[in-house]
C-alpha cells in the first residue's frame, strides 16, 4: 500500500474503505488487549473468576487482593460478542488502539470484523515507557518513525494487517526521554502516511497541553492529533479550552465510569452527565469540530458480558442523555460520524 493509494480513504483491519462508509464510531476501545502491569504477567494467580457478586469490589480496588483476570480482554468469542452487540445498539466503527506493549493483535481484530461487520480501524506504535519492550531504550526516533509508517503501509506486529491510525501514543508526567522519541518518531510516520495520531497524555492537568506545545515546537500541525483520557485529566474549563485553542482534538474517552473512584490516581472522576457539561462548554466556545467521545474498554468487567457498559453504552445510553440536555442531532452527528471521518480519512 502506497500513501497516494490510501489518500482519500479510511484503513480498516480488513482494508481501505470511503470516507462516507464510516458510520458512528467510538474513537478510542480496546478489543482485545492485556493492560496488565509488564512485572506482573509471569504471575499465575490472576485470582478469582469475575462474578455478580465480586464485580463491584474488582473495580472499586479495594477487598479483592488479586484480579488479573480484569486487565485481559483475550477472549476473543465474548470481544466478538460484545461488538456484535454494540452494532445492535447502533454502532458501526471502532477505533481499537491497542498498541505495542499491549500485546496487539491484529489477525484477531480481523476475525472479529469479519464477524460482525463492524469497522475496526486499528493503531499502532508504543504505550508508556514502562510497557515497553527493553530494547526500545536504545532505539532512534528514525528507527521507530520507520516502524511506525511501515505498520500503516505494510502491516502490524508480523502481520499483513495495517494500522488506520498512530497511537495510542503514551506519555507519563514527567514524560520520559523514550516516550518522547517515539512521539517524535510518530510525528515522522504521520507526515509520511498522512496518518491521525492518538495520545494517552501523562495523569497531570498540564501535561496535554505540554504534548501540544511540543508537537508545535516540533515543527508539526495540531489539527490532526487527539489527546486521549481528558476526562480523568482535565477538570477546570480553563485549561480545557486552552487545550482545543491549540488545535488538538479533546477525547472525553470513559464514557460509562460513573463512579467517582478512580484507582491509579487521586481524584475524583466524574460521571457522564458532567462529561456532556463540558462538552458543551467545548461547542459554546467553538470547537464542536474538536471533540470525539469513547469508553476506552480495557477491563473485562467494564464489558457486558461481566458486568459492565460495554461498547453500545453511548449509544444505548448517552445519546438518548444528549438529546435531552439539548444536544442537537448535527451536534451528535458531529461528535459520532463526522469528526471521526475528517481524522481517520487519511489525508
Avoid at 481501505?16 to 496488565?36: K, Q, Y
Avoid at 495520545?199 to 505540554?210: L, S
Amino acid at each position: 500500500m502506497t500513501r497516494d493509494e490510501l489518500k482519500g480513504k479510511i484503513q480498516t483491519v480488513l482494508g481501505p474503505i470511503a470516507p462516507e462508509a464510516l458510520g458512528r464510531t467510538l474513537m478510542h476501545e480496546h478489543v482485545l488487549c492485556d493492560i496488565r502491569p509488564p512485572t506482573t504477567r509471569g504471575d499465575n494467580d490472576l485470582g478469582p473468576e469475575i462474578t455478580l457478586e465480586n464485580v463491584w469490589q474488582i473495580n472499586h480496588g479495594h477487598g479483592i487482593k488479586r484480579a488479573g483476570r480484569k486487565y485481559m480482554l483475550d477472549l476473543e468469542d465474548i470481544a466478538t460478542r460484545e461488538v456484535r452487540m454494540m452494532k445492535h445498539d447502533g454502532g458501526d466503527a471502532i477505533v481499537e488502539l491497542t498498541c505495542g506493549g499491549l500485546s496487539p493483535d491484529p489477525k484477531g481484530l480481523q476475525r472479529i470484523a469479519a464477524g460482525t461487520g463492524v469497522h475496526l480501524i486499528m493503531g499502532c506504535g508504543y504505550y508508556v515507557n514502562d510497557y515497553q519492550d527493553a530494547r526500545n531504550q536504545d532505539r532512534t526516533v528514525d528507527d521507530f518513525a520507520a516502524e511506525m509508517t511501515g505498520q500503516i503501509l505494510d502491516g502490524a506486529w508480523g502481520t499483513d494487517v495495517r494500522a488506520g491510525m498512530i497511537g495510542e501514543i503514551g506519555c507519563q508526567s514527567p514524560w520520559t526521554d523514550l516516550e518522547k522519541r517515539v512521539m517524535r518518531g510518530a510525528l515522522i510516520a504521520a507526515a509520511e502516511t498522512g496518518a491521525a495520531i492518538n495520545v494517552h497524555p501523562g495523569r497531570d492537568p498540564d501535561q496535554p497541553q505540554e504534548v501540544a506545545n511540543f508537537i508545535k515546537a516540533a515543527g508539526h500541525s495540531t489539527e490532526r492529533v487527539v489527546i486521549s483520557h481528558i476526562d480523568r485529566t482535565i477538570f477546570d474549563e480553563e485549561r480545557l479550552l486552552r487545550l482545543a485553542d491549540s488545535g488538538v482534538t479533546i477525547e472525553f474517552d470513559l464514557f460509562g465510569q460513573e463512579a467517582s473512584y478512580y484507582g491509579l490516581s487521586d481524584i475524583d472522576m466524574p460521571n457522564d452527565a458532567t462529561r456532556l457539561k463540558l462538552i458543551r462548554a467545548l461547542i459554546s466556545h467553538g470547537h464542536l469540530e474538536r471533540v470525539v467521545i469513547s469508553h476506552d474498554i480495557c477491563y473485562r468487567t467494564r464489558l457486558a458480558s461481566f458486568g459492565g457498559h460495554g461498547y453500545g453504552h453511548i449509544f444505548r445510553n448517552v445519546v438518548p442523555m444528549m438529546n435531552k440536555r439539548g444536544y442537537s442531532e448535527a451536534e451528535i452527528d458531529a461528535i459520532l460520524v463526522g469528526n471521526p471521518r475528517r481524522l481517520l480519512t487519511f489525508v
